[in-house]
C-alpha cells in the first residue's frame, strides 16, 4: 500500500508542490509596497491630469485598474493564507485589501473557498462560479430560464453589468447562513467603504471623484471577471458529475495556463498560472510561474493567449458527450430531436439563480 501510494502520479504531483508553498515575507512586503504604491500614484495622476485633459488621464486611470487588478490578486493570496505565514496578518492584509478591491474579506473568502472546493463538479454548482448548463439541461428548461441564462451568458451583461452587480451591490451584503465573523467583516468593510468615499468626495467633489474612481472600478472590475471567466470556460475543459470528478483533474484540466505577455502578468500577479493555483492554492502567487516551470505535467495544461482567449465569448453550453464547450446552435440541433412533451425543467442545482463570479 505504501509503495503504490509512493508511486501514485497525483499524490507526486501534489507534493511537488510543497516547496514552493513556503511563504517569503519579505517577497510578501515588497509586493504590497510595488502594487499599493504606484495605484495611489496612478490614481492621483489621473486626477491632476484632468486639469489638462480627461483624455490625458483615461490611460493613468486604465494602468491604476490593473493595479487594483494587482491588489485584489494580494487580497485573493490572503484568503487562502498564503501571503503571509501570520494568520492574523492575512486578516487584516485581507481586509484592508477587500476595501480598495471594494470586496468583504470573509465573505469571499468562504465563496472562493466553496469554488476550490466543487470547481468542475456538475453535480455541486452554484457557489463561487459561472452559471452554467449543459446542453440537455437548456434544452429541458423552461423559456424564462433559457432567456435568463442567454441574458446572463451575454458578454455585455458579464462584462457590462457583471462589475456593477458583484461588487457595488452583492459585496455590501452578507450571504445567508453567514457566521458572526464573517457579518461584521463585511459591515466593517462597507463602513470604511463609506468613510474613504466621503473624505475623497469631500476633498476633490463627487463630480471628479466619480470620474476618477468609475473608470478605475469599471476597468479593474471587467478584466477580473474577465480573468476568472476565460480560465474556466474553454473549449476542452474538464467537467464531470461527482461520481467521475477528481480534485486533481479539476485543477489540472479543468483550469488553464494563460500565456500573457511578461507586464501583463505582472500586472495580474501570475493569475494566469491558474491551473497551479487550482492544484495548490497555498503557493503564493509569486511562486505560481516557479512551481510552473518546475513540473513537466503542470506544462502540459491547455494554454491559452491573448488571441485564442478570445473564442471563450462563443461558448455557452457544455457538451456532457463530447467533453467541451459549445454555442447555442449545437444545443438548438439537439433540442430538435426531442419530443414535444419532453419536461420542462432544469436540473436541481441550476434551479438557484446563481451569483456572478468573484475573482
Not at 457590462?160 to 458572526?180: C, D, E, H, M, S
Not at 497555498?282 to 516557479?290: D, G
Not at 412533451?341 to 438557484?352: E, I, T
Amino acid at each position: 500500500m505504501t509503495a503504490s501510494r509512493a508511486h501514485n502520479p497525483i499524490t507526486e504531483l501534489k507534493q511537488h508542490m510543497k516547496p514552493y508553498e513556503k511563504t517569503d515575507t519579505k517577497a510578501s512586503v515588497l509586493q504590497l509596497f510595488n502594487t499599493i504604491i504606484p495605484l495611489i500614484l496612478f490614481w492621483v495622476g489621473g486626477y491632476l491630469a484632468m486639469s489638462i485633459s480627461y483624455w490625458l488621464a483615461l490611460p493613468l486611470l486604465l494602468v491604476a485598474s490593473g493595479f487594483v487588478i494587482r491588489t485584489f490578486i494580494i487580497f485573493h493570496d490572503c484568503t487562502h493564507g498564503s501571503f503571509f505565514k501570520n494568520k492574523k496578518a492575512n486578516d487584516i492584509v485581507g481586509t484592508i485589501t477587500g476595501v480598495i478591491t471594494i470586496m468583504p474579506y470573509r465573505k469571499w473568502k468562504y465563496s472562493h473557498t466553496m469554488h476550490h472546493a466543487t470547481s468542475s463538479n456538475l453535480d455541486k454548482r452554484g457557489e463561487g462560479d459561472m452559471w452554467l448548463l449543459t446542453i440537455e439541461e437548456y434544452n429541458n428548461a423552461s423559456f424564462w430560464t433559457r432567456l435568463a441564462y442567454r441574458f446572463y451568458r451575454n458578454p455585455l451583461v458579464m462584462f457590462g453589468i457583471g462589475p456593477i452587480f458583484v461588487f457595488l451591490i452583492q459585496g455590501r451584503f452578507n450571504r445567508k447562513g453567514a457566521k458572526a465573523l464573517e457579518r461584521r467583516n463585511t459591515y466593517l468593510t462597507n463602513i470604511l467603504l463609506v468613510g474613504l468615499y466621503a473624505a475623497l468626495i469631500w476633498a476633490m467633489g463627487w463630480q471628479a471623484f466619480l470620474l476618477v474612481q468609475g473608470p478605475v472600478f469599471f476597468f479593474s472590475g471587467m478584466l477580473g471577471i474577465w480573468l476568472f471567466y476565460v480560465q474556466h470556460q474553454f473549449e476542452d475543459s474538464y467537467f464531470e458529475h461527482e461520481e467521475e470528478w477528481n480534485y486533481v483533474n479539476a485543477a489540472v484540466e479543468g483550469s488553464s495556463y494563460y500565456k500573457l505577455p511578461k507586464p501583463l502578468q505582472w500586472i495580474t500577479g501570475n493569475i494566469g498560472f491558474h491551473h497551479v493555483h487550482h492544484l495548490s492554492p497555498k503557493v503564493p502567487n509569486y511562486n505560481l510561474e516557479k512551481a510552473h516551470d518546475s513540473s513537466i505535467p503542470l506544462q502540459k495544461a491547455t494554454t491559452i493567449t491573448l488571441r485564442t482567449s478570445l473564442q471563450s465569448l462563443k461558448f455557452r453550453l457544455w457538451d456532457e458527450e463530447t467533453k467541451t464547450f459549445t454555442g447555442y446552435g449545437q444545443g438548438r440541433k439537439v433540442r430538435s430531436g426531442l419530443p414535444k412533451n419532453a419536461v420542462q425543467n432544469v436540473s436541481r442545482d441550476m434551479g438557484k439563480k446563481p451569483a456572478l463570479p468573484h475573482e
